[in-house]
T-cell receptor, first 114, second 112 residues
Framework: AQSVTQLGSHVSVSEGALVLLRCNYSSSVPPYLFWYVQYPNQGLQLLLKYTTGATLVKGINGFEAEFKKSETSFHLTKPSAHMSDAAEYFCAVRENKGTGKLIFGQGTTLQVKP | NAGVMQNPRHLVRRRGQEARLRCSPVKGHSHVYWYRQLPEEGLKFMVYLQKENIIDESGMPKERFSAEFPKEGPSILRIQQVVRGDSAAYFC??????????FGQGTRLTVV
């Protein structure tokens, strides 16, 4: 069965510092991977996705993620945190049975300190 | 273009009442997914529907929960005889072909 693990339920960084949110997945076939952001009392917004091809994926708001098959990881990074990045971030893998449903990690809350 | 519209945004029900959550997908999308987010948890898949058909309901509780996506009108998630444990945020997502999902803003259900 596919699964997603996000290491660290809370991450705190200073404004301007590097953001690194960790995601590891389990999948028996090449996965489709996603990162979503959720602001308080809002829905989920797609940050970026990996399907095939280039393993370094660039998304919105300066975020990027690198697919590393050997490490079964898809960590999310941003070189310089902004106060507006404070939110909850979810990593997800698309189920490979063809229904298209997403399997989410537990989420990581990012706090950005001034 | 309107995104996925969910209503109501907030819903308060007393124990034992019924809750009806509505989801209008992006125009032209024929695939709808419902997910539930319990406090301090990630999203869990509930059900996947295409027009007039339930394709996968493996995440739905066996009792009191039902979903539909009629030929005309929004998708409905119905919870009968709500209990406190049903308090959660319920998200709908739509997709044109079962791939990239676009999420609504959710309905936050509080059972008192």
């Amino acid at each position: 069965a596919q699964s997603v693990t996000q290491l660290g339920s809370h991450v705190s960084v200073s404004e301007g510092a590097l953001v690194l949110l960790r995601c590891n997945y389990s999948s028996s076939v090449p996965p489709y991977l996603f990162w979503y952001v959720q602001y308080p009392n809002q829905g989920l917004q797609l940050l970026l996705k990996y399907t095939t091809g280039a393993t370094l994926v660039k998304g919105i708001n300066g975020f990027e993620a690198e697919f590393k098959k050997s490490e079964t990881s898809f960590h999310l990074t941003k070189p310089s945190a902004h106060m507006s990045d404070a939110a909850e971030y979810f990593c997800a893998v698309r189920e490979n049975k063809g229904t298209g449903k997403l399997i989410f990690g537990q989420g990581t809350t990012l706090q950005v300190k001034p | 273009n309107a995104g996925v519209m969910q209503n109501p945004r907030h819903l308060v029900r007393r124990r034992g009442q019924e809750a009806r959550l509505r989801c209008s997908p992006v125009k032209g999308h024929s695939h709808v997914y419902w997910y539930r987010q319990l406090p301090e948890e990630g999203l869990k898949f509930m059900v996947y529907l295409q027009k007039e058909n339930i394709i996968d309901e493996s995440g739905m509780p066996k009792e009191r929960f039902s979903a539909e996506f009629p030929k005309e009108g929004p998708s409905i998630l119905r919870i009968q005889q709500v209990v406190r444990g049903d308090s959660a945020a319920y998200f709908c997502a739509s997709s044109p072909q079962g791939f990239e999902a676009f999420f609504g803003q959710g309905t936050r259900l509080t059972v008192v």
